[in-house]
């Protein structure tokens, strides 16, 4: 995860030097920045309008290029990044726009009504009736609009003549949908079209006057004066210092947007003699748009990427004074783009690496939509009040700096340039296959050379296991339970029966087999010869010939099945009834046989006495490391993890599940038998 996330910032330090780069080849080719002033002088009459019909403002009734270009000066500055992307757009007009057709009465309330933040324009056909905007102009109104965040959409009262009937829509109208308050939560207020006139200038018009109703406006300087000067705690304010009759529609559109969060206020300032009040206030020039947060006041359009725009000024409220779900989107974008770094990353076989790919992706989708759960149930809390305020506050100090400015430029560049994003993100993620392809081969990895039969043939194997053996790995074989008289253990002899099905089974069970050391103590027996007569002295000399022979080496083999008999036995002097009286009648204690027995101290309950390894076929060795099954059968530790481990999960002397617990009572019977 961290190495995915190392690249993906690599990835974006990579966008912004391009960003860079391509503003150095602009300024080498043209001579001229994005943030560079345009003189409206110089531009065209259609320039100016496209101008106008991007900021929102009317020009029906200015026939002259002095008018239309005073008012543009009138709404703002005009940078060169700003006329470039209103020539783009209006190339891009020709686009479709698509419209809603609502079907019935809860459509359109899920739709219109009950949205709190959004402009709707619908158009209701009533019933055999001619809608009122022609189809031609209609089309005209949806991509006019579009430009602003209004959705539209068309209302058939043939589909629903009960609802029309209610709603008095007797003839055929335009609806517009328009939150009534400034909270969040408010009412929302329908407003019907009755003008006498149908064109689409007149109907915008109509529009935009209504929605620039809901700002509130200041046209005296001491009404300023005391908006100014009201002590809002944490309050965000949006500020425009403008010479004309209402707000451009995109500031009327954006109070709508950001209804609830930032307050908007439009200061018309026509009939101002006096700018000294504004002066006080920190305005030093018309137009101006201020934003005054608690932390002090900052003035949009000076920095990188800040035009009169909707997207422009709509991406900069956002960062300045994000809601959860724009904290949500963004780490959702995050994380499915470093996400997607699994398909660069993950070597060998291309069906694995995207299996890798689906199955990341849900991973950290998962993960995201939990973690968010709790945070959201934190942000409930009204102790929390302080740390959300303070956390905004340092968000706002960020989001106001030049380094913000130019991460907000090239986030609207790049997502107005969605095949350049798209295929910086291809190159950067095929170096990074390439840098890891070469890093693998030099370490020899294997993995790189797999192709997709060989891979789809291991997962089979992997699926297989989990699907058709399911068996849980356990740590500590429990010491009180009755497998017999579990209903499991029968199901799983039923579905998985020896003869045509052999399930691959986890291995990690071995370790919690039980192993210990083998070890050996020494025993003595007086062995007696009844025909045998006196000590002879010159046996004395064979003492010690038999006392090495009768004394193994740790390094022997020992057990009852081995005894060991000296080639003379030692012949006591004292003999009654063919018996030794005691044992130290024999000289030396040469009558003392002196073998090597197994310590069964030391073995675990329920182990069957053994000393041989049927695996092997050898003896256990003083010392030797043995491990126990759970039938009780003893092996070598190496021998039989050799044997578990190669697929044979069973015991090889009685066939019992080696990953199964047998009952005591078969234990004791196994011993019986063996005794």
């Known amino acids: 995860m961290w190495l995915k996330l190392f690249f993906l910032l690599l990835y974006f330090l990579v966008l912004f030097v391009l960003a860079r780069f391509f503003e150095a080849v602009v300024w080498y080719e043209t001579g001229i920045f994005a943030t560079q002033l345009v003189d409206p002088v110089t531009l065209s009459f259609k320039k100016l309008k496209t101008i106008l019909e991007c900021r929102g403002l009317g020009y029906s009734g200015l026939p002259e290029k002095k008018d239309v270009r005073e008012l543009v000066e009138k709404s703002g500055d005009l940078m060169e990044g700003e006329l470039y992307s209103a020539l783009k757009s209006e190339e891009e007009a020709s686009d479709p726009v698509s419209s809603t057709s609502f079907s019935g009465e809860m459509h359109f309330y ?33 991509k006019k609009v579009s430009h602003f965040g209004i959705r539209t959409g068309t209302f058939n009262c043939s589909n629903d003549s009960r609802y029309c009937r209610k709603r008095g829509w007797l003839k055929s109208t335009l609806i517009m949908s328009v939150p009534q308050t400034n909270t969040s939560k408010g009412k929302v207020m329908l407003k019907e079209y009755n003008g006498n006139r149908i064109e689409t200038e007149h109907i915008f018009k109509w529009m935009t006057a209504h ?69 006080e206030i920190g305005v030093q020039q018309i137009p101006s748009y201020i934003l005054k947060m608690p ?33 949500f989107v963004l780490s959702l974008v995050m994380v499915n783009l470093m996400a997607w770094m699994d398909l660069f990353i993950t070597q060998g076989a291309t069906i694995k690496r995207f299996v890798v790919l689906i199955s990341t992706l ?7 939509i939990i973690s968010w759960l709790p945070i959201l149930g934190f942000l409930q809390l009204p102790y929390l009040d302080s740390f959300y305020e303070y956390s905004l506050k340092l968000l706002r100090y960020a989001d106001t700096t030049t380094i913000a400015s130019w991460v907000r430029a090239d986030w609207s560049f790049y997502s ?67 497998w017999d008289d579990d209903p499991n253990l029968l199901l799983e002899r039923l579905a998985f029966p020896d003869l045509w099905l052999h399930p691959l089974i986890p291995t990690d069970y071995i370790k919690s087999l039980p192993t210990w050391n083998f070890k050996c103590t020494r025993a003595q027996s007086c062995d007696r010869e009844p025909n045998a007569g006196s000590w002879r002295e010159s046996d004395r000399e064979l003492e010690s010939e038999l006392r090495s022979e009768l004394e193994p080496s740790d390094d022997e083999w020992c057990g009852p099945e081995k005894e060991r008999t000296p080639p003379r036995a030692c012949v006591c002097k004292n003999v009654e009834n063919g018996s030794c009286k005691n044992e130290s009648d024999c000289p030396g204690n040469l009558n003392a046989k002196e073998d090597l027995e197994p310590d069964w101290s030391k073995w675990p309950n329920h182990m069957l006495h053994c000393t ?23 092996f070598h530790q190496q021998c039989i993890v050799v044997w578990l481990a190669g697929g044979r999960h069973c015991c090889p002397v009685c066939r019992w599940p080696s990953y199964k617990k047998k009952h005591r009572r078969q234990d004791q019977e196994a011993q019986q038998q063996q005794q």
Request: glycine content about 6%; aromatic content about 12%; charged content about 25%.
């Open 295 to 327: 932390e002090g006041t900052y003035r949009y359009g000076n920095s990188t990427g800040e035009f009169i725009s909707l997207s422009a000024m709509d991406t900069f409220l956002r960062s300045v004074q994000p809601e959860v779900n724009d904290l």
């Open 362 to 368: 849900g991973t950290y989708n998962s993960l995201l």
């Open 110 to 142: 899920e739709l219109v009504e009950d949205t709190k933040d959004g402009i709707w324009l619908v158009q209701v056909i009533a019933k055999d009736r001619d809608p009122l905007v022609s189809k031609t102009n209609w089309g005209k109104m949806v």
């Open 416 to 482: 107005s340039h969605p095949a350049l994003f798209l295929s910086t993100y291809l190159g950067h993620g095929l170096l990074i296959d390439y840098f890891e392809k070469k890093r693998r081969r030099n370490n020899n990895d294997d993995e790189i050379n797999a192709n997709n039969l060989e891979w789809l043939s291991s997962l089979w194997d992997w699926y297989t296991s989990y699907l058709f053996h399911p068996i849980a790995s356990f740590q500590n074989f429990p010491n009180e339970s009755d």
């Open 211 to 279: 929605v620039a109703s809901r700002i509130k406006t200041v046209r005296l300087a001491e009404q300023l004066v005391a908006e100014w000067n009201r002590s809002d705690r944490d309050q965000v304010k949006m500020y425009l210092f403008a010479k004309l009759d209402q707000p451009p529609a995109f500031f009327s559109a954006l109070s709508v947007k950001f209804t609830g969060r930032i307050e908007f206020i439009f200061v018309d300032v026509q009939n101002w003699s006096n700018e000294s009040y504004m002066k």
């Open 612 to 634: 041989e390894c049927v695996v092997c076929l050898e003896n256990f060795e003083n010392g030797c490391l043995v491990m126990g099954l759970p039938c009780g059968h003893v």
